[in-house]
């Protein structure tokens, strides 16, 4: 298993190895890409998970944010399944799932540029889906309701509860609700799924 | 061995593995002249795209650097250097004299002559 973050990781376990990079580099990017193509095998899964918010009015953002969050929650998500993509279709195998939002289908108040992101993450799962299809590779996605995580820390709780209500099932998600759906995708049978978003919390 | 003649070996190595995958009348010859994309090509867009990452691979695995291949200069130019197996390998070149790096990995001998040309700087 390998990740990478901005941050150092905090364990250490004999089959996990750690990249620090800044997934808005893509010469970092590609250097981690060549160094596990140096390394392994190959690469059966890439979980698309860094991303970054912005709450704010749209009258209120400033165009700098909108770039930073575009950069990180399209661009970037777009070079890692690029440069996945090329290791994954030697083996004619692969796994990718990204990361999306109920923001977008709830159409959220203050969310305009983080939901705008993530609606270009669905249709570029959409059709990475169809793209990589022939090089026996699935792009799906996952769309997570609030988790109690750094994203939504700044957020008002009256806003959260109010955004949580209009969810089939009001409450916060958790870690393992997102991981089940990764687990789906993942999975050896759902080779015939491909170019999906689940939501969860039953928005749609 | 000269940059330019490890650079064919590199794309007849890439043509030897698509040929494996391909049906016997698309297959590709090895020679420059060889069109890869545009007027007189056989391959379909996704053969090119696999052809593409396979040399992208290979190059990396000659030269120990990325060599990448699709980027927006080579997607800009009115004529793609895509176009042949030759005008493939003179981009290449240019890239790697750009590259100014250690080219350090041994190349081993071409299973078939290529061009006695040298255009890319060590």
């Given at each position: ?41 190959g690469l059966d899964i890439l979980i698309n998970n860094a991303g970054i918010g912005s709450m704010n009015h749209a009258l209120m953002t400033p165009t700098s944010t909108v770039a930073r969050v575009m ?78 995580t750094d994203l939504i820390a700044a957020v008002p709780e009256q806003k959260l509860e109010a955004l949580l209500s209009r969810q089939a099932f009001p409450r916060f998600g958790e870690f393992s609700d997102?991981?089940n759906v990764i687990d789906f995708f993942v999975r050896p049978e759902s080779a015939f799924i491909t170019g999906q978003t689940i939501f969860l919390g039953g928005v749609s | 061995m000269p940059i330019f ?118």
């Open positions: 298993m390998i990740g990478c973050s901005r941050s150092a990781c905090e364990f250490v376990h004999p089959n996990y190895r750690h990249f620090n990079l800044d997934i808005c580099d893509d010469k970092a990017v590609e250097k981690m890409f060549a160094q596990i193509r140096a390394d392994d095998q950069n990180t929650n399209v661009v970037a998500t777009f070079q890692m399944c690029r440069e996945a993509g090329k290791i994954m279709s030697r083996n004619k195998f692969g796994r990718i799932v990204n990361f999306a939002t109920v923001a977008t289908p709830l159409q959220l108040e203050g969310e305009a540029i983080y939901a705008a992101s993530k609606a270009a993450v669905i249709s570029l799962t959409q059709i990475l889906g169809r793209e990589l299809a022939p090089f026996g590779i699935t792009v799906n996605a996952v769309g997570p309701t609030p988790i109690r997102v991981s | 003649a490890r650079t064919y070996k590199v794309l007849f190595a890439a043509v030897d593995q698509l040929n494996d995958e391909l049906p016997l009348k698309l297959r590709l010859t090895k020679t420059p002249e060889t069109v890869i994309l545009g007027s007189g090509g056989k391959l379909d867009s996704l053969s090119i795209v696999s052809f593409l990452m396979l040399a992208e691979q290979m190059l990396e695995n000659e030269f120990n650097f990325p060599v990448g291949l699709a980027d927006e200069r080579a997607m800009s130019q009115e004529r793609s250097p895509f176009r042949t197996l030759s005008t493939m390998a003179d981009y290449i070149g240019q890239l790697l004299k750009e590259k100014g790096e250690t080219i350090s990995a041994q190349p081993v001998e071409p299973s078939l002559p290529v061009p006695a040309r040298e255009s890319a700087g060590t």
